[in-house]
């Protein structure tokens, strides 16, 4: 069935600095790929997500590429913020049903 | 906007008691789910519910129970609180769309936090 892989954390970086987030995928055919952001004591928001191979998804600076070649997903922002401070998940639907499965999170502490 | 909203954002009970969660969507969702969320352990689907009155079990249903009478709301019981049943409780909606794995997108509710003493 569909399963997701996400890079594992924490991961901690500066003000201004890149940020890649790993999420590769085992899927059947080319499902729907989602990023979630979970701040501090708040439930999950969708971040961006991306519909079919090759769409990338944006939102807030963050971008992500649908790649069926390497079937990943990975999340990247050029110059993160304190405010980016969060775990973030990748999800995509379980094969079959109307259910997301969601990878690990990855928590994210950015330091000024 | 989606609106999805938990009744309590944190709620404390004694081992034992019956506790009720309740969630509310405004979006007129057929999909209702029910997670919990541990250190570690990423999101649990508990329970899901694809229309009223009905139910499927997810991953970790033990010592749950759920009820959908309406469209809009979903409750999630816990039977006789224990204190392994401490975590933050997530609750989602989506609407089902055609095609094999359509888009699926869930929308969350803010959470309960709760602590069995």
């Known amino acids: 069935g569909n399963s997701v892989t996400q890079m594992e954390g924490p991961v901690t970086l500066s003000e201004e600095a890149f940020l890649t987030i790993n999420c590769t995928y085992t899927?059947?055919?080319?499902?729907?790929l989602f990023w979630y952001v979970q701040y501090p004591g708040e439930g999950l928001q969708l971040l961006l997500k991306?519909?079919?191979?090759?769409d990338k998804g944006s939102n807030k600076g963050f971008e992500a590429t649908y790649r069926k070649e390497t079937t990943s997903f990975h999340l990247e922002k050029g110059s993160v913020q304190v405010s980016d401070s969060a775990v973030y998940f990748c999800a995509l639907p379980i094969q079959g049903a109307q259910k997301l499965v969601f990878g690990q999170g990855t928590r994210l502490t950015i330091n000024p | 906007d989606v609106k999805v909203t938990q009744s309590s954002r944190y709620l404390v009970k004694r081992t034992g008691e019956k506790v009720f969660l309740e969630c509310v969507q405004d979006?007129?969702?057929?999909?209702m789910f029910w997670y919990r969320q541990d250190p570690g352990l990423g999101l649990r689907l508990i329970y899901f519910?694809?229309?009223?009155?009905?139910?499927e079990k997810g991953d970790i249903p033990e010592g749950y129970s759920v009820s959908r009478e309406k469209k809009e709301r979903f409750s999630l019981i816990l039977e006789s609180a224990s204190t392994n049943q401490t975590s933050m409780y997530l609750c989602?909606?989506?609407?089902?769309?055609?095609?094999?794995?359509?888009?699926?997108?869930?929308?969350f509710g803010p959470g309960t936090r709760l602590t069995v003493t």
């Open positions: 519910s694809y229309d009223v009155k009905m139910k």
């Open positions: 979006m007129d969702h057929e999909n």
């Open positions: 899927a059947t055919g080319y499902p729907s």
């Open positions: 989602a909606s989506s609407s089902p769309t055609t095609g094999s794995q359509g888009r699926y997108e869930q929308y």
């Open positions: 991306a519909t079919k191979a090759d």
